[in-house]
């Protein structure tokens, strides 16, 4: 971004003064978006809420979309945008990111700051320009084709799942609006560049993304009450092919990645009403299934609580060059997840990380070799401001840095089995793994027929070495998937897999439905 010089994402960012990034917020020019410098603390991103350590670091977007920083701050971070109003819509914005050094914050850059490794297809969609280009000047027919599906993917399940607008907490809106463009990224990282041209992928992707998310939106709220995930899927994706015909006549042509004009040329006024439309009618459908109420609020008196540690009190042989790990009972407020309320007794250097799917801390430095290691984990505390009760442990290292790369021991299911019929899919590695890396970055699972990337959650656990993806919806029957774990799955002491593993299997050809049964 223009203004002060911002380094990538991990790297030392500054020492708080100075003018900040500067940049333009782009869904159409959005005004009165808040914009802040939001401290990276596990895979990239922050927690997308502005803490007390980010409040200097914060603006609000003017007239035209552009803002500035007041200050560089001393920490990596990502540029978040909540909030504003999309002047060519006259819609709410959505959330959406960028990573440090972006130029302009818009839904492409948002998909770059979730997983990088989009910003050379995303670039490619855009004809060779580049993936932070203001898009609100000059973007291609089909990047524009996929900012407006992700836009209005996100717009209309917010709208759906929260009616008016007033119903549930910021919070959930957040969490809404950060899983749906998770999984977005995920179905865009699937697929190739033609087909994220095409209409019809982009409608199916939609689908499975939007499906995927209000499944877990469900489960994860009382106050929500989704009814039925893939309605609201179908639903939704309906508006890609209104996108697609407003911007180049047709509801299924294959749009151009190359020439580039205006957002406002491509979606006139008349286009903008479509849009709108084809958004509201969406909403309208899913109220039939969706039923919300205002989130309970109560009195949280729990103190958060240390329930594992990686290694466990007593441990020998521990490698000093591995990651400790304290996992916890509840969501850490990260202004306290410092490396001060994180001792470890001989290390050197270090720097601890927080995990919001594990809910773990991780520390990661240089420890004495064959000495006894103590760790007090203190002074951190939940959401409700409860300070933990003070945890310590001991283990021994062993005389040198483990180099040992992992290996995956076996999977389940096995490579090219048949007739599959299993809730989840697992690998189990040849030793502990660092929990941090244990995620859907690393472990996907890929629908051959469709060519998309299935959704689900992936756990770890550390007492069998073994990673499980579980589906958020039932798997197609007679169909094959093949899995796929990543050279970022790392051991505790940091070392890689020692090559990405990569295994099929077909689902079983029986049963009533077009699902398997059990999935």
């Not at 990224?185 to 209000?214: F, I, R």
């Not at 998309?452 to 756990?459: E, I, P």
Request: charged residues 10%; without cysteine.
């Amino acid at each position: 971004m223009g203004g002060g010089e911002v380094a990538p994402p991990g790297s030392s960012t500054g020492t708080g003064t100075g003018t900040g990034a500067s940049g333009k917020v782009v869904q159409g020019a959005v005004s009165g978006a808040t914009v802040f410098a939001d401290k990276i603390v596990a895979n990239g991103l922050g927690d997308m809420s502005m803490d007390s350590s980010e409040s200097s670091y914060n603006t609000v977007t003017d007239s035209t979309g552009h803002f500035t920083l007041p200050a560089v701050p001393p920490y990596s971070y990502v540029i978040v945008s909540r909030g504003g109003t999309d002047t060519l819509s006259g819609k709410p914005a959505v959330m959406m990111m960028a990573p440090a050094g972006a130029q302009n914050v818009s839904a492409l850059t948002t998909m770059v700051a979730i997983n990088p490794a989009l910003k050379t297809k995303l670039e490619s969609l855009m004809g060779g320009a580049s993936y932070d280009t203001d898009i609100s000047q000059s973007v291609s027919p089909a990047a524009l084709m996929l900012t407006k599906t992700i836009e209005t993917s996100v717009q209309a399940l917010t709208e759906s799942l929260n009616p008016g607008g007033t119903t549930l907490s910021g919070a959930q809106v957040n969490d809404i609006q950060l899983t749906t463009l998770t999984n977005l990224a995920a179905q865009v990282s699937s697929l190739s560049t033609t087909a994220l041209s095409s209409p019809a992928a982009l409608e199916s992707m939609v689908t499975t993304a939007v499906t995927a998310t209000a499944t877990t939106i469900d489960s994860r709220y009382t106050n929500i009450n989704v009814g039925n995930a893939a309605t609201l899927g179908s639903n939704i994706a309906a508006t890609v092919p209104t996108i697609a015909t407003a911007i180049s006549g047709s509801a299924t042509a294959t749009l151009s990645s190359t020439g580039s004009s205006s957002e406002a040329s491509q979606l006139p006024a008349a286009d903008q009403n479509s849009l709108s439309t084809a958004i509201s009618t969406s909403v309208s459908q899913n109220a039939a299934t969706v039923s919300v109420a205002a989130p309970t609020t109560t009195t949280d008196s729990t103190a958060p609580a240390v329930t594992a540690t990686t290694p466990a009190n007593g441990t020998s042989g521990f490698a000093p060059n591995g990651s400790i790990t304290a996992d916890f009972s509840e969501t850490l407020d990260l202004s306290t997840v410092t490396l001060a309320n994180f001792s470890v007794t001989g290390a050197t250097g270090g720097a601890v990380t927080w995990n919001s799917t594990s809910r773990s801390v991780t520390f990661t430095g240089t420890l004495p070799v064959s000495s006894t290691v103590t760790v007090t984990v203190s002074g951190m505390k939940d959401l409700s401001g409860n300070t933990m009760t003070a945890k310590s442990w001991s283990f021994t290292t062993a005389a040198a840095a483990d180099t040992v790369k992992p290996t995956v021991s076996s999977t389940v299911p096995a490579t090219s089995a048949i007739n599959i019929n299993s809730s989840t899919v697992s690998a189990i590695f040849s030793e502990n793994m660092k929990s941090s890396t244990m995620n859907g970055s690393t472990f996907s699972l890929l629908d051959n027929t469709s060519g998309l990337l299935v959704q689900g959650v992936v756990s770890y656990d550390i007492a069998t070495r073994t990673m499980t993806f579980t589906p958020t919806a039932k798997l197609n029957r007679a169909t094959v998937y093949t899995a796929t774990i990543t050279t970022g799955a790392r051991d505790l002491s940091d070392n890689a897999l020692a090559a990405a593993v990569t295994w099929s299997f077909t689902t079983t050809t029986t049963g009533s439905s077009t699902t398997v049964s059990n999935f």
